[in-house]
């Protein structure tokens, strides 16, 4: 055998090996169990013929679980995930711990300026971001407008409580299994705590005073969730307390609500015929507020793909996150599904989009609410800290938590209002001691 044949059969056995370990090329997506996470996964013959040389391997986990599962693994550096989907709770403070991989050098074709300023702005540290967006939402009232003509009432477009009640009442027929008003119950700091901080902020009252002590105790707070309480107990549905986003969405779209409060990502849930039994008969208003009180909650959140610093497929893991937030994905969904399922809240040129704006009948008053939400101020009063429906410290996801099990005990009728509150204000004083915050 002469020596050139033998290089040559060298040199492709070497290109054979290296173009084998390319195909073998294994990334491992952390993900919710929400609607646009599972439509992602179905969406991925795109992105397998874009990227034959990368396997995608999904870990899909319930809200409370994958947060728990992804801060134990980046703050470890575990490396069990190489894509994870986070909030813009966590970004920042992961970004500036060093647990994230920036995202610098973006292409062209992605249009990092399309991104939507204040989603932007809440996934970077000193200009940089350090996740990308999959969809991003505000929080406004879903409602029946069969049930509500049936119950000879009009939902104003921006209600206050007061006739959020008033609606729920009148709405409200047990007997045939229809309940006024569906809200989360449903532990977890990105849960019950998420629709009950931002029910709060439209009371006036706000988690912290400047000195960070704790403000359950306040005037406010104790309406607010009192009056949670109330509404839940007279007018919801049974087993409340285990009911989160998902579980309120069923609830929803099998027509067992005539208001349901949330994420404003539901409705293009709520409006799809092929899920929903009651599409063709929602309304939306404005997140209600206290009378008197200019706050109608503060909602700003975003669901977002970021890469863990503990990756050994970097790469990789950046074309896939670069692929499921591009416009180009919206545009597949948009031909395959409709533009009513686009992923919202994410890009300015969505909403400039005139084909998804007569298709989503929803999409104005998004937007409308999202560039209404302040995080810098998201009560009335002053306060120490950014976030709307979150606080911006990393205690808040263990103390976030550990009150909405109360608040959760509560609405099962474990523990009445008032022991509650006194339970959340004595141990998030207790955790705000030991972090420092507070002497």
Known sequence: MSYTFRALMGACAVSALATAALAETTITVATVNNGDMIRMQGMMEDFNAQHPDIKVEWVTLEENVLRQRVTQDVATGGGQFDVMTIGNYEVPIWGERGWLMPLEDLSDDYAVDDLIPSIR???SVDGTLYALPFYGESAFVMYRTDLA?????????????????????KMTDKDAGIYGICLRGKPGWGENMAFISAMANSYGARWFDMDWQ??????????AFKDYLDLMTNYGPPGASSNGFNENLS?????????WIDATVAAGFVTDPEESTVADNVGYAVFPNKEGVDNHGNWLWSWNLGIPESTDAPEAAKAFVTWATSKEYTQLVAEKQGWRAAPPGTRSSLYENETYLEEAPFATLTKQTMDAATPEKPSVQEVPYVGAQFVSIPEFQGIGTAVGQQFSAALAGQMDAEQALTNAQQLTEREMMKAGYIK
Do not use: H, N, R, Y
């Open 121 to 123: 702005e809440a996934l």
């Open 251 to 259: 609830l929803f779209q099998q027509g067992k609500c005539g208001m």
């Open 214 to 223: 704790p403000e359950f105790d306040s005037e406010p707070w104790q309406a």
């Open 149 to 169: 003509e049936k119950a000879g009432i009009e939902i104003p477009e921006e209600p206050t409580w007061a006739q959020i009640k008033d609606a729920a009442a």
